[in-house]
């Protein structure tokens, strides 16, 4: 029997994570059809469908998504065999960029694992909000991204997705009759934009209860109960709790957190970016 090579195998997780067959071979540096020949043969080797395809995007099967994590721990294991071998331990200095939500609470993780496995590795850390981190990384000041997905940029490996919760404290309690208190980043902030998006279309009043820039100050200002705010449940600061309120707030639609890098053939950038994507994956 034939057995799967890395090389299906990388095809495939490249695939789900570029969200196509043309950026990953953009990303793999081959021809598209190369990389759907290697997954239908991937396909054909493992006895089942694992891409759903249509003419506007790919998804995973149910064979799919349990496929995706044993592939991503053979390519790991594949990349570290590699390295040792060649005995070149990774060095260099790589500048990251990652919204202040996911440093506060998910990237001292992501650094205690990245940095026991890769002692040699200068990183320097940036925080800020995702359109700030979008123009940084195009102006060539960052090398490797964590964001918000931006409207409309289909750039980026998909760290993971959620739905965006309306949090504030847990004893904070909605008054029916009056407009809505947001807790919002100032524009072009991803979430304010699409908080107000949302109530606006909901025909929800709203008023602007208190802007920062810093995500310790909207906690801040949710701690105390100046009113609500959107916001990932998976990066959740502490002391916050989801409103309870279903029926006086409209739901908020998903987001979707992306990793823009330099593309394959940088190790350091692809070595954090698979401890990202780790994270992501158990986390």
Request: hydrophobic share 45%.
């Given at each position: 029997?034939?057995?799967?090579?890395?090389?299906?195998?990388?095809?495939?997780?490249?695939?789900?994570?570029?969200?196509?067959?043309?950026?990953?071979?953009?990303?793999?540096?081959?021809?598209?059809?190369?990389?759907?020949?290697?997954?239908?043969?991937?396909?054909?080797?493992?006895?089942?469908?694992?891409?759903?395809?249509?003419?506007?995007?790919?998804?995973?099967?149910?064979?799919?998504?349990?496929?995706?994590?044993?592939?991503?721990?053979?390519?790991?294991?594949?990349?570290?065999?590699?390295?040792?071998?060649?005995?070149?331990?990774?060095?260099?200095?790589?500048?990251?960029?990652?919204?202040?939500?996911?440093?506060?609470?998910?990237?001292?993780?992501?650094?205690?694992?990245?940095?026991?496995?890769?002692?040699?590795?200068?990183?320097?850390?940036?925080?800020?909000?995702?359109?700030?981190l979008y123009d940084a990384f195009d102006a060539g000041q960052l090398d490797i991204v964590l964001?918000?997905?931006?409207?409309?940029?289909?750039?980026?490996?998909?760290?993971?997705?959620?739905?965006?919760?309306?949090?504030?404290?847990?004893?904070?309690?909605?008054?029916?009759?009056a407009p809505l208190p947001l807790l919002l980043y100032p524009p072009p902030s991803v979430t304010r934009a699409m908080a107000i998006a949302t109530l606006d279309a909901a025909r929800r009043p709203w008023r602007v209860a208190f802007t920062s820039a810093s995500l310790s100050g909207l906690t801040a200002a949710a701690r105390a109960g100046v009113g609500i705010m959107p916001h990932s449940l998976r990066l959740l600061p502490a002391g916050l709790a989801r409103v309870a309120a279903d029926t006086l707030l409209p739901a908020l639609p998903e987001i979707e957190f992306v990793i823009l890098g330099p593309g394959r053939g940088e190790p350091v950038a692809e070595a954090l970016t698979r401890s990202i994507l780790q994270w992501a994956t158990v986390g």
């Open positions: 029997m034939d057995r799967i090579s890395p090389e299906l195998l990388r095809a495939f997780v490249t695939v789900v994570e570029t969200g196509s067959f043309t950026a990953a071979a953009r990303t793999l540096g081959t021809g598209q059809s190369t990389v759907s020949q290697q997954i239908k043969r991937l396909e054909a080797l493992a006895g089942r469908r694992l891409l759903a395809r249509d003419t506007h995007r790919v998804a995973l099967t149910v064979a799919g998504e349990s496929f995706l994590d044993p592939a991503r721990k053979i390519l790991e294991a594949y990349d570290a065999l590699d390295r040792h071998l060649t005995g070149v331990p990774l060095r260099g200095r790589l500048r990251f960029g990652a919204s202040e939500d996911f440093v506060l609470s998910a990237l001292p993780d992501v650094l205690a694992s990245f940095a026991r496995r890769h002692p040699e590795v200068d990183l320097l850390v940036t925080a800020g909000l995702s359109q700030t964001a918000k997905r931006r409207a409309g940029d289909p750039r980026g490996v998909t760290a993971w997705r959620e739905q965006v919760a309306w949090v504030s404290r847990a004893d904070y309690a909605l008054d029916a009759t």
